[in-house]
């Protein structure tokens, strides 16, 4: 797993920066950012919309596309402050990777979101068609 | 199950078969396999005639299209050419009998000119002046007594051979008449007296005289406004009833059930003795003689073993303006369910349908296409919206007439209120019946019914099953 978020993260924004950090990114912040933000907040939000929202809620008013985008911009936003939070609270160097990182964070978050809704939103009584 | 003929005879032979159609669209079940109107007018113009006609077929498409288990439009109503099981030769593809364009006046007909002085004289006896010139191309003008010549060429045509050819033992005849007027007065016993007789020489004269065969016969309930012009004169119409009940007393063999209806005229319709401009808003009564031919089928065949089986219609209460509350619980267990539900249906897919564009059921039927290029919804849109022969134009008729039967709301946008007098109790907390538990209940059911390949199908399937819940979880008791 933590090879696997190595890659995802180093793909897009390269290196930790400063060098010396590179442990602690590789060994604890993307392992733990990841694993937290994409896989276990991003499946809850895609869970929340689709079962919560647009199952047991009996209401089909949230059920349009756009809800669904909306949902997912929470789910980057949180993706990203989270990054950063998770960062500072490590005591990671205060540059602009970290903001690299938290933005790469907040992309792979609307991936998994996107991704998650495929699988799951067949079950939905009301957005099984959504986004499409 | 057996094939129902049924012959509407006249103007309110047709007004009552676009009641029967109306009854049939909302999924009230009536005891057979299929249904044969034959409509039988030589007005060929009538605007009634034609209203019931464009019902007719438009019925018949979206019955194709929908299928029997499709809870509306569900009972196969088809035309006399589409039955062929025998018969040699063809007919018109129409649900009308086709009288090959009488364009004479009673006088050619008959050829006046060459019979004998003797006999002219005799039929000058029997005919006004008004009479010998009329056209038949309007139908006999309230005259029954040249009605019943006319109409003696019923028997030697093809559409009758062509129903004797495919009439099966089993089978049963419903006559729809009025017996105040020209058309149905006359066509009645003829009819009657023409299917009664074994040796007709049609094929299949046994089975057909010995079928179980009713009647329905509308006793005056409309009156018309006084016009010199006219030859139809509404004074009229109840000493030709009595008239006309003398003959039946004496001369109707063999029918083995007769329904009688009739109202109170109140405001006189516009004199139009026929063609184009006779259109008359939709009655009540016409609606509960139409519930004649769904009772005439509930009956078993050892009922009619005895003598003629006589039946009347009454209201529950005696009112103007009439509404589920004022009708007998036979006759809400009969259609008041199904009325209910298909205005439902009728309402959102009027209203609210075109609002759900996103939502799950929408994109599951693909309804923006089928909207667009689905014959299937621009029929239905026809059928529920016309403004000459829809269901809404139906709705409205029977409102505006006297008396009134209006047991919907037809103004209110709220889909609690549609129902007169039962409106579905709601609160802050308790929603009743909205738009948005529609949606939900709609998308619930276009998973649940996942089986079912055909889109149109599936359509009313849907529909029918939301309606059918809300009817018995939150509407009112009928």
């Not at chain 2, 007393?249 to 026929?274: C, F, H, M, S, V």
């Not at chain 2, 009564?285 to 089928?297: C, G, K, R, T, Y």
């Not at chain 2, 693909?366 to 809404?392: P, T």
């Amino acid at each position: 797993m933590k090879d696997i978020f190595r890659f995802l993260y180093e793909l897009i924004i390269g290196r930790p920066q400063p060098p010396m950090e590179t442990p602690l990114y590789r060994n604890d912040i993307f392992p733990d950012v990841g694993g937290i933000t994409l896989l276990l907040i991003t499946m809850g939000m895609v869970i929340l919309y689709y079962y919560l929202l647009n199952h047991f809620m009996r209401t089909a008013v949230f059920s349009h596309w756009y809800h669904w985008l909306a949902i997912l911009l929470i789910n980057a936003a949180i993706a990203f402050g989270y990054a950063v939070y998770y960062c500072r609270i490590n005591e990671a160097t205060p540059d602009s990777y970290i903001y690299w990182f938290a933005a790469a964070n907040a992309l792979y978050s609307a991936i998994f979101f996107l991704l998650f809704s495929m699988a799951v939103k067949w079950k939905s009584n009301n957005a099984a068609h959504t986004p499409f | 199950m057996a094939k129902l003929f049924v012959f509407g005879i006249g103007g309110t032979g047709a007004r009552v078969l676009r009641s029967f159609a109306m009854l049939m669209a909302a999924g009230v079940d009536v005891n057979c396999d299929k249904v044969v109107p034959i409509l039988i007018d030589p007005d060929t113009q009538n605007a009634d005639l034609n209203r019931t006609v464009e019902a007719l077929k438009s019925y018949r498409r979206l019955h194709t299209a929908a299928g029997d288990k499709s809870g509306f439009f569900k009972k196969d109503i088809s035309k006399l050419a589409d039955i062929e099981e025998s018969g040699e030769g063809k007919i018109k593809d129409t649900f009308t009998f086709d009288f090959g364009g009488i364009n004479q006046s009673f006088k050619e007909f008959i050829h006046f000119n060459e019979m004998d002085p003797d006999t002219q004289s005799l039929m000058q006896l029997l005919y006004t002046q008004d009479n010998l010139q009329s056209p038949l191309t309007i139908g006999f003008k309230g005259s029954p007594n040249v009605g019943s010549v006319v109409l003696n060429k019923l028997l030697d045509s093809p559409e009758i051979r062509y129903f004797a050819d495919n009439f099966r033992k089993g089978d049963r005849i419903f006559i729809i008449s009025s017996i105040f007027g020209g058309t149905g007065a006359a066509g009645f016993p003829l009819l009657l007296k023409n299917l009664k007789n074994p040796d007709s020489g049609l094929q299949n004269a046994g089975d057909i005289s010995s079928a179980i065969i009713g009647a329905i016969t509308v006793q005056p309930y409309f009156g018309l406004q006084s016009d010199n012009e006219s030859a139809i004169d509404s004074n009229t119409f109840v000493t030709k009833t009595r008239d006309a009940l003398a003959y039946y007393k004496n001369n109707l063999q063999g029918l083995d059930t007769l329904y009688y209806i009739a109202d109170n005229p109140d405001t006189p319709y516009e004199n139009r003795p026929g063609g184009a401009s006779q259109k008359n808003n939709a009655h009540l009564v016409e609606l509960l003689s139409a519930l004649a031919i769904i009772d005439f089928m509930e009956y078993p065949e050892a009922d009619f073993a005895g003598p003629t089986l006589y039946h009347e219609y009454g209201l529950k209460e005696d009112a103007r303006e009439i509404t589920f509350d004022h009708l007998y619980e036979e006759t809400k267990q009969r259609i008041g369910k199904q009325l209910v539900q298909f205005k439902y249906f009728a309402k959102y897919y009027k209203d609210f349908i075109h609002q759900d564009k996103g939502k799950n059921y929408y994109k599951a039927l693909g309804l923006d296409n089928a909207f667009a290029n689905d014959n299937f919804h621009k029929e239905l849109r026809q059928f529920l919206e016309n403004k000459q022969w829809g269901f809404y134009a139906w709705l409205h008729e029977l409102s505006r007439n006297s008396r009134r039967f209006m047991p919907f709301d037809l103004n209110t946008s709220n889909l609690n209120l549609l129902v007169k007098d039962k409106a579905v109790s709601h609160s802050w907390l308790k929603k009743g019946i909205t738009h948005d538990g529609f949606v939900v209940r709609l998308n619930k059911e276009e998973k649940s019914l996942s089986a079912e390949a055909d889109q149109r199908r599936k359509f009313l399937q849907m529909f029918y099953k939301v309606t059918d819940d809300y009817f018995n979880e939150k509407v009112p008791a009928l």
